[in-house]
């Protein structure tokens, strides 16, 4: 195995990066230092997967904007061979010490004026209660396709927060306003978070771990716990902020539940991933 | 007349802030440098202000919480006092070269998990329209009743767009969601703006200019142009971000429209300040 900076081996990230992660919760990489075509190959693609009408796409409460795109992973074959790069993949089975396939996949877009929030929660609830995955042995890779900065909706986090368990304490009812006939599944995927976690415990974790949240150019790569207690803010700039995310989970904690949710929300072929 | 920097004199701002206030739109002071009991008199007055049931009170879109308290010059003498501070009042005298008084106050909460935006907008065009101000000769000075950070909806401006005169071009019909039967002036107090500056021409300007959020802690004071172009996010962060806004006017600028709009938007005493 060769070990090169441009990222062709399959090796763990940094044993100080790996601290920081399992302390913070997150660690933020600077563009390139994972897969040097991360961004390029994205970019490229983003404009026919916004286009398509595929069932994996939400839209915004305007019934308009495009919010997200899932299932990538499985419908695109350029984002599918990113997911496999070295680099990354080498990083991720470090964190998890195991191999790793891709739970679900996404790209998150913010639209300028018009990008909604998503309001506090932690992602691993989703999975577990969603898809029967037993433990939080998941890592969230967002990658940046736009210049990340406080003025366009960074994701914020509550650092350290990872390690308080599972926070969610309300399951919601019914619909959000403006998808009342949208599909079950899609309460999961709104600015309206199903599990909510209490402002009592949002503000007693801030008021002691702080609030942070990481930006950069496009291309940096935000690796960061299902269990982070997170959210982000609207995007009432005029810049755009989409990102890329891949979600992968230990191939040794496979969901117990499969067929509830869509294929796009839950890849239903847990097959550990080699690189390419 | 003394000069300290106790803010006892009715003496304008630094040449070099005065230059940066007429380039930028905007200054930022820090805490303390206009007068020192700022603060301290509006926390004190804070709980009284947000527990009176008076028309002059503004709710969010959820009917609950407060949004803004308008005309606390005339209705709270201890904040009235407040706007004759001198050293507040030779600043704005020296920016609008003329004797002032307070044609709006106000105190916007933005409270925690739950203050919405305020769209994108310039102030000047509501006091033109709606009470016959001829000139943009106005001042607003806000001062932080607490800390503001990138988290807790900070006010965010295009630096220099106050030189581009006025921008608004869309007269919004109706009334906001959620105040269908409150009275037609409610309309330019809520987070959906009555007058809209098209995308397009924000976009340009933010281009050209960037973005800027003055942050800092509780009792800093930010004085800004009446057409700069701002905006705030919602505040879905733990910690809550009020500030005390004064606007002051020219005297020789009076508004020719008097009646139209309650007294607590437009004070219909538009008599010269004495500092006290």
Same mark, same amino acid.
């Given at each position: !195995?060769?070990?090169?900076?441009?990222?062709?081996?399959?090796?763990?990230?940094?044993?100080?990066?790996?601290?920081?992660?399992?302390?913070?919760?997150?660690?933020?990489?600077?563009?390139?230092?994972?897969?040097?075509?991360?961004?390029?190959?994205?970019?490229?693609?983003?404009?026919?997967?916004?286009?398509?009408?595929?069932?994996?796409?939400?839209?915004?409460?305007?019934?308009?904007? +495009?919010?997200?795109?899932?299932?990538?992973?499985?419908?695109?074959?350029?984002?599918?061979?990113?997911?496999?790069?070295?680099?990354?993949?080498?990083? +991720?089975?470090?964190?998890?010490?195991?191999? +790793?396939?891709?739970?679900?996949?996404?790209?998150?877009?913010?639209?300028?004026?018009?990008?909604?929030?998503?309001?506090?929660?932690?992602?691993?609830?989703?999975?577990?209660?969603?898809?029967?995955?037993?433990?939080?042995?998941?890592?969230?890779?967002? +990658?940046?396709?736009?210049?990340?900065?406080?003025?366009?909706?960074?994701?914020?986090?509550?650092?350290?927060?990872?390690?308080?368990?599972?926070?969610?304490?309300?399951?919601?009812?019914? !619909?959000?306003?403006?998808?009342?006939?949208?599909?079950?599944?899609?309460?999961?995927?709104?600015?309206?978070?199903?599990?909510?976690?209490?402002?009592?415990?949002?503000?007693?974790?801030?008021?002691?771990?702080?609030?942070?949240?990481?930006?950069?150019?496009?291309?940096?790569?935000?690796?960061?716990?299902?269990?982070?207690?997170?959210?982000?803010?609207?995007?009432?700039?005029?810049?755009?902020?989409? !990102?890329? !995310?891949?979600?992968?989970?230990?191939?040794?904690?496979?969901?117990?539940?499969?067929?509830?949710?869509?294929?796009?929300?839950?890849?239903?072929?847990?097959?550990?991933?080699?690189?390419?």
């Amino acid at each position: !195995m060769t070990h090169d900076t441009a990222g062709t081996a399959a090796a763990p990230l940094a044993p100080e990066l790996v601290a920081r992660y399992h302390r913070d919760g997150y660690v933020l990489l600077p563009p390139g230092s994972l897969a040097g075509d991360l961004l390029d190959v994205a970019l490229d693609e983003l404009p026919s997967i916004l286009a398509a009408d595929d069932p994996g796409r939400v839209l915004e409460r305007d019934g308009r904007t +495009v919010r997200s795109v899932y299932g990538l992973h499985r419908t695109n074959p350029a984002i599918a061979a990113l997911t496999r790069r070295p680099a990354l993949l080498g990083a +991720v089975r470090g964190l998890l010490d195991d191999d +790793v396939y891709v739970h679900q996949s996404k790209v998150n877009i913010k639209a300028p004026f018009a990008g909604d929030q998503w309001e506090w929660h932690q992602d691993y609830v989703y999975w577990l209660t969603g898809d029967g995955i037993r433990r939080p042995d998941l890592v969230n890779v967002a +990658v940046f396709l736009d210049e990340v900065t406080e003025f366009n909706g960074p994701l914020t986090f509550v650092p350290g927060s990872h390690t308080a368990g599972l926070l969610a304490s309300t399951d919601a009812d019914g !619909m959000p306003l403006g998808y009342e006939d949208a599909p079950a599944w899609v309460a999961t995927l709104t600015a309206d978070e199903k599990f909510r976690v209490r402002h009592c415990v949002i503000e007693e974790l801030a008021r002691a771990n702080g609030l942070v949240s990481p930006k950069g150019p496009a291309g940096s790569v935000l690796v960061f716990h299902p269990n982070i207690l997170h959210c982000s803010a609207a995007n009432i700039s005029p810049l755009r902020r989409a !990102m890329l !995310m891949f979600v992968y989970n230990s191939v040794a904690n496979r969901p117990e539940v499969t067929g509830l949710r869509p294929d796009f929300l839950a890849d239903p072929e847990p097959v550990a991933l080699q690189p390419i």
